[in-house]
């Protein structure tokens, strides 16, 4: 599941047998071909998705904002 840039993954979605019991919510930062990277939260399949969402976007943006100010992206 998507929305925003922000990818929801729950527990049996995942690919990984080892991650299966836990629920992702990551996101990318930076710019394509420029520096960036992955963020996100891992915790159980019950966990407050809204709020892990709103603080995944809110630290996105951060990580953004910050490659502008450095880097000038």
Do not use: H
Request: aromatic share 8%.
């Amino acid at each position: 599941r998507e929305s925003d840039g922000v990818q929801v993954i729950i527990g049996g979605e995942n690919e990984w047998d080892e991650m299966k019991d836990v629920s992702m919510v990551v996101a990318r930062y930076g710019q394509e071909g420029g520096i960036g990277g992955l963020l996100g939260v891992v915790g159980p399949t019950r966990m407050q998705y809204s709020r892990a969402i709103a603080v995944v976007r809110y630290m996105t943006q951060v990580m953004n904002e910050l490659l502008a100010e450095v880097y000038g992206y």
